[in-house]
């Protein structure tokens, strides 16, 4: 039968989302693969303090399971104590996508992993609806070994806005069914402003371009380390 995972609470989310590290993009476009599991950065945001304030504005969110628009609210406010123009209400809402997206997807992964001996095999399962994209839905019911680097690749979100999924599945679900090859590449790789829940977290940035300030609020979110259910 196919595996049944907990329900991600908005509190467990909200506190996986809480230790990414803020980093603005010039900085975070440095990074590579691993790092970007770890940072959270908002395309147009420049400041730091207005993408701090954006990242609590988030973290508070999905902790209380806030409705996108009260979430807008909230961010329209900061821009305004801010003085910042960057932002519009579409790009918030693709901000609180990817946010939440991400985080639930962390957990997804982390319990998908956990059933691996029962479940040594997954499901893609797109979004059919007008906003999808083809190469998404290109691997829908694609079929892969979980914990290999297609499944880790692919796992969503894995682009901006993705909605995707994967469900875990035994061997006998699959029968016959072709199991995708580890390299298995639809052509399309994660865009240089996204990494999906599917990277890990060893790494080590670069802050030569980060004020004193910075530099010390960073690494002391960095030596808390992230921490792993257990």
């Not at 996204?194 to 030569?208: C, Q, R, V």
Request: hydrophobic share 35%.
């Amino acid at each position: 039968m196919t595996a049944t995972l907990p329900i991600v609470s908005y509190e467990r989310a909200a506190k996986r989302f809480e230790k990414l590290v803020p980093l603005t993009k010039k900085a975070f476009l440095r990074r590579r693969g691993e790092a970007r599991a770890r940072a959270f950065t908002i395309a147009t945001v420049t400041r730091m303090n207005v993408l701090r304030d954006f990242k609590g504005a988030l973290a508070t969110a999905m902790r209380d399971g806030t409705p996108l628009a009260d979430f807008q609210q909230a961010a329209a406010e900061i821009a305004a104590r801010r003085g910042w123009a960057g932002t519009t209400p579409w790009h918030m809402e693709l901000v609180f996508r990817n946010a939440t997206q991400f985080s639930y997807g962390f957990y997804r992964l982390e319990e998908h992993l956990s059933v691996a001996d029962a479940y040594p095999f997954a499901e893609y399962d797109d979004v059919f609806d007008d906003r999808e994209r083809a190469h998404h839905r290109a691997l829908h019911r694609r079929i892969f070994r979980v914990g290999s680097a297609a499944y880790r690749r692919y796992y969503g979100p894995w682009e901006h806005a993705c909605r995707c999924s994967m469900t875990p599945l035994s061997e006998d679900e699959i029968g016959r069914r072709k199991i995708e090859d580890d390299n298995f590449n639809v052509g399309v790789e994660p865009g240089d402003d996204f990494e999906g829940p599917g990277y890990g977290f060893k790494w080590e940035p670069d802050l030569s371009g980060f004020t004193a300030a910075e530099r010390r609020e960073v690494e002391g979110a960095l030596a808390k380390g992230p921490r792993r259910r257990r």
